[in-house]
């Protein structure tokens, strides 16, 4: 390497270097999962630019070489599994699309059993077989994330549009590593510049972009950052202006969700796709205002709106119907069962105590008054207004509940306990039971009597 190489190979990993301590220090503040898998993965993207940009080998003595090539080998296929490993939480496939979720699991564990198994060809077909292990696996990342947002989820495409400029990176991190002919020094800063960009493009996909005010004299991509952060948070403040967003929670207004459930129709019209919309009510929360007074209050509906996220998760988006109701949009799920799963864990979680401010500043622990109701989504098949009074009304049907979780029954057209609902195996079984009832019918009085 010359001079103007490793100086150009050297700024960048110092860059990159420099981010993935800024994300350990994060970690070690943080101590959260999603902060420990994001310092993994800068972890391990650091390493495989690293070792494929060759620095290693133009610093380190030439006794060092053969640890080098295993390094470089192992990196790849290690940095992909890693990658899908997270991509399939960050995604939530395990419950929105069964196929994608198979494809993540499948296509993790290839990636980290066919590193070690590329050691084995000869010497020279080693590192030829991880880089075709590696880019094989970012063309399936990209067609299952574009599947994702086809599927109704918008901050998808984000990681698509990373794994398409992941893919010259990579090429040329590889052509370079090989030895596919001299590159020039431009080609080489190049291929550095796109690192950094998708260096950036992680950042904001795990949630770090407060770490770019660090990096602002870097490198020119991370001043273009900090500017589209600036317009970007300009823009938030915009739409909050505009009542897009609920003040209390910062859950999406009830402007908003209804357009998000008319073009979450269409999109299950186009592709067949079955979903659920979710609402809870709070019952009587006025009752509380004596005791805690309306901050108290507003941290009830706050607390509640986290809880209720974090089990039906950032994918599906969630909003403030009017002051005691919360809807979510759950476009996608893979199986009818999963909405008895999903339903009595919100309902559960909803129901344990909270903890809020009194009036006399002390700290007291409430119950709020839930229910939550649950509607089949499927294809623009009804109006919205309709579902959203329908699952408004099982919502207050499932307060005489004791799960307090209920189900609009796709045959008697009635409010049922969750647990007790008659879900079939698949979609297609459900939509057969809501075009023939009596038939339906019949079969379940037939499974009860059986049972």
């Known amino acids: 390497m010359t001079d103007a190489e490793i100086i150009i190979w050297s700024a960048a990993a110092g860059s990159m270097g420099l981010v993935v301590l800024l994300a350990a220090a994060e970690a070690a503040y943080s101590r959260s999962r999603a902060s420990l898998q994001s310092l993994v993965y800068l972890g391990l993207y650091w390493l495989f630019f690293t070792l494929l940009s060759g620095l290693p080998a133009a610093m380190l003595p030439p006794a060092a070489a053969p640890w080098v090539h295993v390094a470089q080998v192992l990196i790849g296929p290690?940095?992909?599994?890693?990658?899908?490993?997270?991509?399939?939480?960050?995604?939530?496939?395990?419950?929105?699309?069964?196929?994608?979720?198979?494809?993540?699991?499948?296509?993790?564990w290839l990636c980290l059993a066919g590193g070690p198994l590329c050691l084995l060809p000869p010497p020279a077909l080693q590192l030829p077989a991880s880089g075709a292990l590696t880019v094989v696996s970012v063309c399936v990342m990209l067609w299952l994330t574009v599947r994702a947002a086809q599927h109704g989820d918008r901050m998808a495409w984000g990681l698509a549009t990373a794994s398409v400029l992941t893919l010259p990176l990579q090429l040329g991190l590889y052509g370079l590593a090989l030895g596919f002919g001299p590159l020039s020094t431009p080609v080489q800063a190049g291929?550095?510049?796109?690192?950094?960009?998708?260096?950036?493009?992680?950042?904001?996909?795990?949630?770090?972009?407060?770490?770019?005010?660090?990096?602002?004299?870097?490198?020119?991509?991370?001043?273009?950052?900090?500017?589209?952060?600036?317009?970007?948070?300009?823009?938030?403040?915009?739409?909050?202006?505009?009542?897009?967003?609920?003040?209390?929670?910062?859950?999406?207004?009830?402007?908003?969700?209804?357009?998000?459930?008319?073009?979450?129709?269409?999109?299950?019209?186009?592709?067949?796709?079955?979903?659920?919309?979710?609402?809870?009510?709070?019952?009587?929360?006025?009752?509380?205002?004596?005791?805690?007074?309306?901050?108290?209050?507003?941290?009830?509906?706050n607390q509640l709106a986290k809880r209720m996220q974090r089990h039906t998760g950032v994918v599906n988006p969630a909003g403030r119907y009017y002051d005691h109701c919360f809807v979510v949009l759950i476009e996608t799920l893979h199986?009818?069962?999963?909405?008895?799963?999903?339903?009595?864990?919100?309902?559960?979680?909803?129901?344990?105590?909270?903890?809020?401010?009194?009036?006399?500043?002390?700290?007291?622990?409430?119950?709020?008054?839930?229910g939550m109701g649950l509607v089949h989504l499927a294809g623009a098949t009804k109006d919205v207004a309709q579902l959203l009074h329908e699952v408004q009304s099982v919502a207050t049907a499932a307060r005489a509940m004791r799960s307090r979780a209920a189900l609009l029954d796709e045959i008697s057209r009635q409010a049922v306990p969750v647990e007790n609902a008659e879900l079939g195996a698949s979609w297609h079984a459900m939509r057969t039971a809501r075009s023939h009832p009596a038939r339906a019918l019949q079969s379940a009085r037939q499974r009860r009597t059986a049972t």
Do not use: C
Request: cysteine-free.
């Open 78 to 108: 290690l940095r992909s599994g890693m990658g899908f490993y997270g991509g399939r939480h960050w995604l939530a496939s395990s419950s929105r699309d069964r196929l994608t979720d198979i494809s993540f699991r499948g296509t993790t």
């Open 191 to 301: 291929v550095a510049l796109l690192a950094l960009l998708g260096l950036l493009g992680l950042l904001g996909l795990l949630g770090l972009l407060g770490l770019l005010g660090l990096l602002g004299l870097l490198s020119m991509p991370l001043i273009a950052g900090l500017l589209w952060l600036r317009n970007h948070h300009s823009r938030q403040i915009s739409h909050h202006t505009r009542s897009r967003r609920d003040p209390v929670t910062q859950l999406h207004s009830s402007v908003v969700m209804v357009k998000k459930i008319i073009r979450a129709q269409r999109r299950q019209a186009r592709t067949q796709r079955d979903g659920a919309l979710m609402a809870v009510q709070v019952f009587e929360p006025e009752r509380r205002l004596a005791q805690i007074g309306h901050h108290g209050l507003n941290d009830i509906y």
């Open 335 to 370: 199986s009818p069962r999963w909405i008895r799963t999903l339903g009595l864990r919100v309902a559960s979680s909803l129901r344990k105590p909270l903890e809020v401010t009194s009036l006399s500043g002390e700290r007291v622990k409430v119950s709020a008054d839930i």
